[in-house]
């Protein structure tokens, strides 16, 4: 599935991050949101790993806005220091 990842289309992403905070592994992963999904489908391990690669590597418009961020907190930061 292209257009829509599976994890969306049956709404497990909440249930894969909680897994993932659990320090599963995306195979433990895939494994345990199968049996939940009582054979309404599957998930795969690479299924797993390229949704969590497609939203932990931000677009290059999301990096320039994070930068921006990162950027100006380290100047409200600095203007801080300054003042004490």
């Not at 939940?36 to 795969?44: A, D, F």
């Amino acid at each position: 599935m292209s257009v829509i990842a599976k994890i969306e289309k049956y709404r497990l992403e909440s249930r894969v991050r909680e897994l993932h905070n659990e320090r599963k592994t995306t195979m433990e992963i895939a494994k345990i949101v199968t049996e939940e999904l009582n054979g309404k489908g599957s998930i795969s391990q690479t299924a797993v790993s390229r949704w969590f690669r497609t939203r932990k590597d931000p677009t290059p418009r999301k990096r320039a806005e994070l930068r921006r961020l990162a950027l100006d907190m380290i100047r409200i930061l600095n203007a801080f220091v300054q003042k004490r």
